[in-house]
């Protein structure tokens, strides 16, 4: 299983980006599918993720309507779309995917991982 990020990269404030994750070898499509991010000297925290049969997305509070998570069956691509960027978004978002059941919010709860994609918001 191999998750690959993109679509990082530096923006200013109020700006916008879409950042994309591919999944390949995921052989069951019922995988639920996340986003974290982790920014220096913190830990990874959960940002958004979205069910398997898309019917579910479920953010962190702080997101607040100007992130939104999707997804692309037919391509096994999930998408983070980030708009009102601000400086404290600033970190390494991360895909994730798995079977979380409840614990969504739980790095533990997801078995496959990416490596991320840098996310500078400059003021």
């Known amino acids: 299983v191999r998750l690959v990020e993109s679509g990082g990269g530096l923006v200013q404030v109020g700006g916008s980006l879409r950042l994309s994750c591919v999944a390949s070898?995921?052989?069951?499509?019922?995988?639920?599918m996340g986003w974290f991010r982790q920014a220096p000297g913190k830990e990874r925290e959960f940002v958004a993720t979205?069910?398997?049969?898309?019917?579910?997305?479920y953010y962190a509070d702080w997101v607040k309507g100007r992130f939104t998570i999707s997804r692309d069956g037919a391509s096994n691509t999930v998408y983070l779309a980030l708009n009102s960027l601000k400086p404290e978004d600033t970190a390494i978002y991360y895909c994730?995917?798995?079977?979380?059941?409840?614990?969504?919010?739980?790095?533990?709860?997801?078995?496959?991982w990416g490596r991320g994609t840098q996310v500078t918001v400059t003021s």
């Open positions: 994730a995917g798995g079977r979380p059941g409840h614990q969504v919010v739980l790095t533990t709860a997801y078995d496959y």
């Open positions: 979205i069910s398997w049969n898309v019917r579910n997305t």
């Open positions: 070898g995921l052989t069951s499509s019922r995988y639920a």
